[in-house]
C-alpha cells in the first residue's frame, strides 16, 4: 500500500447559513424611557420608498438638521439600537446601498459600530459625527420589528409627512377580464392608491415606463402594442385617473422611483386628450404565457449561457456567477445594487431585481482551504468502508495495484442523494492525476459544473489516460 495524501473536497463553503436575532442573542437593555437621557436632542425618523411603517431609511435630526448613516461597517447590533431609539422593541434586519432611495443632507454617522447593548446610537462608536467619505448611495436602513417599546413617548420619533406612494401595480387586460391565460403579459397600467385601483395617464408615456412596469412584474422586456386598438378602446370605457406625469429613465428597480404625478381630489380635468397608459411584456423561458410561446422560445437556437445563479432555494435567487475563459467564477459585492442586481435578473430572463444581496449570504464558491495531517487509521481501500471523520480534511487513498499513467480522480458526496440540498451540482470534485508509480501530482481540480461545457470535454480527454475503474 503507498499512502497519497489528496485533499478532500469540503461543500461546507457552498452551505448558505442563515442568521437570524434569536441566533445571535437580541440583545434586551433596559426599555425606561426615562433612562434614555443619551439621545436627548437627536430625533429620529423613517423615510424612503416603498416601504412599510417599521422598515425604511435611517435618518437622524442633529442641531435643526436631518441627515442619514452610512452602511459602511453597519451590523444588526445597529440596527438594534437604532429601532428602539425609534420605539421598536428590535430589529429583524438592515439594508444598505440606499434601498429606500438615496437620502439628502449630512451624513451624520460612518463605520458606526454597536454591541447591541446600548441604550442610545451615542454611545456607539463611529468616525465622528459629520465626518463620512460616504455618498448617499450608501445609507443604510432598517427593518424593525413590529411591536412598540412598552411606555415610549413618540416625543423623540418624527415620522415622514405622509405623502401618496405607488406600492403595487398590475397590469390589467382591456378585454376579458377573468378569462386570459397567466400570467398576464398586456393590458393596462393600474396602480393602488388609498381609494382603490387607478389607471396611469398615457401622455408623455415611453418605452422606459414600460421597461420599468415590466421589469417590476416579473418580465425581462416589453414590446410594442397596438396603440390604435386601445385608443377606440379607450373611447368607449370610462376610466378613473390617479397618476400622471410619469417619466422613467429605465434603469429604475420600481414604479415609485421614477419621477411622477398624482391627481389632486380636487382635480376635475384629469388626463384631457390622452388615455389609460397600456403596455406589453415579453415572458422569460421560465415564464411562458402559452405553450406555443414555449416552443418558440425552445426551437431557437441557444450557445451555452455566460451567468447563471447558484445556491439559491427558489428560481431566480442565488449566487452570481460568470463564465470566462471557460470556467465560472463570482462577482465581488463592493457597489453591487439593485440596478446591477436587476441587469443580471433581465438577463436570467427574469425581471427587475427585488433585493441586492452581499456578504456571501448564497453561499461563497471553488475556495480551497484545508489542513493535511496523519490522523492515522482512516482512508478509502478496495471494498473497505469509508474510515474518513468529518473533522479530517485529509485521508489516505489505497493505490495498491494501480499501474503508472495519467487518471481523473473524483470525490462525489451525497451520491446517492439522500439529503436535501438545493443545489447537487456542487457536490462532485474532479482532478487530473498522474502516478510514476512513486508519486502522483494532482492538478486541474474543480467541482462538476465549474467549468464550461467545452473546458469539460477536453478535461475528460486527458491525454494518455489510463482507463478508469469505478468502484
Known amino acids: ?119 442610545s446610537v451615542t454611545e456607539c462608536a463611529s468616525r465622528g459625527w459629520g465626518n463620512s467619505d460616504c455618498t448617499h448611495d450608501e445609507d443604510a436602513g432598517v ?33 376579458g377580464w377573468g378569462r386570459r391565460p397567466l400570467p398576464v403579459t398586456e393590458g393596462l397600467v393600474e396602480v393602488r392608491l388609498p381609494d382603490g385601483w387607478s389607471q396611469v395617464c398615457d401622455k408623455g408615456w415611453s418605452a422606459h415606463n414600460s421597461h420599468v412596469v415590466c421589469g417590476m412584474l416579473g418580465f425581462p422586456s416589453e414590446k410594442r402594442v397596438n396603440a390604435a386598438f386601445y385608443r377606440l378602446l379607450a373611447q368607449r370605457q370610462q376610466h378613473s385617473f390617479g397618476l400622471h406625469g410619469v417619466a422613467c429613465m429605465g434603469t429604475e428597480a420600481h414604479l415609485s422611483l421614477c419621477s411622477l404625478e398624482f391627481y389632486r381630489a380636487n382635480d376635475t380635468a384629469r388626463c384631457p386628450g390622452g388615455g389609460p397608459a397600456v403596455v406589453s411584456c415579453v415572458p422569460g423561458p421560465l415564464y411562458a404565457a402559452s405553450s406555443g410561446q414555449k416552443k418558440q422560445q425552445q426551437s431557437k437556437p441557444q450557445g451555452e449561457a455566460r451567468v447563471r445563479l447558484k445556491g439559491g432555494a427558489h428560481p431566480g435567487e442565488g449566487r452570481v456567477e460568470v ?32 433585493e441586492a444581496l452581499s456578504g456571501a449570504r448564497m453561499g ?93 470535454r477536453r478535461f475528460e480527454r486527458y491525454p494518455g489516460q489510463t482507463s478508469n475503474q469505478i468502484i
Open 323 to 354: 463564465l470566462k475563459a471557460s470556467t465560472w467564477g463570482t462577482v465581488c459585492d463592493r457597489k453591487w445594487d439593485l440596478h446591477a442586481a436587476s441587469v443580471v435578473c433581465r438577463e436570467l430572463g427574469f425581471g427587475s431585481a427585488r
Open 143 to 175: 427593518i424593525c420589528k413590529d411591536q412598540r417599546l412598552p411606555g415610549f413617548s413618540d416625543s423623540n420619533v418624527i415620522e415622514v409627512e405622509h405623502h401618496l406612494q405607488v406600492e403595487e401595480v398590475r397590469i390589467r387586460p382591456a378585454v
Open 1 to 119: 500500500m503507498r499512502p497519497v495524501s489528496v485533499w478532500q473536497w469540503s461543500p461546507w463553503g457552498l452551505l448558505l447559513c442563515l442568521l437570524c436575532s434569536s441566533c445571535l442573542g437580541s440583545p434586551s437593555p433596559s426599555t425606561d424611557p426615562e433612562k434614555r437621557a443619551g439621545s436627548q436632542g437627536l430625533r429620529f425618523r423613517l423615510a424612503g420608498f416603498p416601504r412599510k411603517p417599521y422598515e425604511g431609511r435611517v435618518e437622524i435630526q442633529r442641531a435643526g438638521e436631518w441627515g442619514t448613516i452610512c452602511d459602511d461597517d453597519f451590523t444588526l447590533q445597529a440596527a438594534h439600537v437604532l429601532c428602539r431609539e425609534l420605539g421598536f422593541t428590535e430589529a429583524t434586519g438592515w439594508t444598505h446601498s440606499a434601498k429606500y432611495g438615496p437620502g439628502t443632507g449630512r451624513i451624520w454617522l460612518d463605520n458606526l459600530s454597536c454591541s447591541g447593548t446600548e441604550q
Open 364 to 456: 461563497q464558491d471553488v475556495s480551497k482551504r484545508y489542513e493535511c495531517a496523519n490522523f492515522g487509521e482512516q482512508g478509502i481501500t478496495v471494498g473497505c468502508w469509508d474510515l474518513y471523520r468529518h473533522d479530517i480534511d485529509c485521508q489516505w487513498i489505497d493505490i495498491t495495484d494501480v499501474k503508472p499513467g495519467n487518471y481523473i480522480l473524483q470525490v462525489v458526496i451525497n451520491p446517492n442523494f439522500e439529503v436535501a440540498e438545493s443545489d447537487f451540482t456542487n457536490n462532485a470534485m474532479k482532478c487530473n492525476c498522474k502516478y510514476d508509480g512513486h508519486r502522483i501530482w494532482v492538478h486541474n481540480c474543480h467541482i462538476g459544473d465549474a467549468f464550461s461545457e467545452e473546458a469539460n
